[in-house]
């Protein structure tokens, strides 16, 4: 069978450490976990027929990205990779920002193209020469895409993801590659594993760190808040939204309810609109607080321009630390 878009990727369950990857039947292997858009490339398998480039919802978004859909027509026909859609800043660090300009583009596709390059991290081939690679073991598939790698002699746009079954490498590229923007954890999978469209089968674990920031909203009221709105100053002294918690637990929230102060109507957010999560348009109409408590918190490290984008963790009211304790925007940290 030949496969036709739109096919659902494989997901990933998330776990808070490494499993083990010593004497598992079969082994297992570990990828680095970029932080870029899902996509699976088709090439096609008549001449004439384009090129395609599907979202993990299914969109095809080939005319957004035209530089990829060029540099495919040099791969072999048939062809259908999975993998990770990334745009390099400037200073040759993955880009989520530049990425959505390039995943809303419309009729300036090209010229952003031009200017912020895409670049196609292919961790698993799906099809090879027309024929459905879907029941072969892991280990199976990735020996053909190394093969492709090698072959074509494939360079930028195409990256080969590297991948290890070595644990102390897997522990390198967890909690020495994320310090990296752009890489946020590592995924495993099972050697033996067949490729499952749809079904969360890997196993992907994120760095996460814990730091500080201040409490300057909260969502529900004073007396039950529910989420925290998070903030810390930049270089010009303004208050900036930096992140907001998963819902508060019971225990946690009474206890950190009794410290909350209502704001003032000096406080740097009155008027400021906000929504719900990090890509949303859905309004948010939190309740303003005196932003003097600062909350410790742990967070991946997904971030773009000091905001992170994945909700955060409350883990406790600091009520030993001031404003001077937290970090500035921007801080990884």
């Known amino acids: 069978m030949v496969l036709r878009p739109p096919v659902e990727p494989m997901l990933a369950q998330a776990r808070e450490t490494l499993p083990p990857l010593a004497g598992v039947p ?46 495919a027509r040099t ?13 390099l800043d400037p200073h040759g660090q993955l880009s989520f920002t530049a990425l959505q300009r390039r995943a809303t583009a419309g009729r300036n596709a090209r010229v952003l193209a031009a200017e912020m390059p895409a670049h196609f991290i292919a961790f698993d081939v799906l099809q090879s020469d027309g024929q459905e690679l879907l029941d ?54 099972s050697l033996t594993g067949r490729y499952r469209p749809g079904v969360r ?8 760190n814990t730091t500080e ?5 909260v969502t529900g009221t004073l007396r039950r808040p529910q989420v925290l709105l998070l903030g810390r100053y930049d270089t010009t002294g303004r208050l900036r939204l930096v992140g907001k918690t998963v819902p508060l637990k019971p225990g946690p929230a009474r206890d950190l309810a009794g ?8 406080h740097p957010w009155t008027g400021v609109r906000f929504t719900a999560s990090w890509n949303s ?47 500035p925007v921007g801080d990884r940290q």
């Open 281 to 327: 348009r859905t309004p948010l109409e939190p309740a303003l607080v005196a932003p003097v408590l600062v909350a410790e918190f742990s967070a991946d490290v997904s971030q773009d321009d000091g905001v992170w984008r994945h909700p955060l963790r409350y883990e406790r009211l600091r009520l030993d630390a001031t404003e001077a304790d937290v970090p």
């Open 75 to 87: 791969l072999p026909a048939g062809l259908v990779l999975d993998g990770e859609l990334a745009v």
């Open 26 to 71: 079969g082994g297992m292997a570990v990828q680095p976990k970029f932080d870029g858009f899902r996509a699976l490339l088709y090439t096609p398998l008549r001449a004439g027929d384009p090129v395609l480039l599907q979202t993990r919802r299914g969109a095809l978004v080939q005319d957004r990205f035209p530089d990829l859909a060029a540099a």
């Open 213 to 217: 920031a201040l409490i300057g909203g």
């Open 201 to 208: 089968g890997w196993t992907k674990v994120r760095r996460r």
């Open 136 to 189: 072969e073991p892991f280990a199976r598939r990735r020996e053909v895409l190394e093969d492709l790698f090698t072959s074509y002699r494939l360079a930028p746009p195409w990256t080969l993801c590297p991948s290890t079954t070595d644990p102390a490498i897997a522990d390198e590229w967890l909690y020495e590659w994320t310090d990296v923007p752009g890489v946020e954890g590592v995924v495993v999978k």
């Open 259 to 266: 410290h909350l102060t209502a704001a003032g109507p000096d």
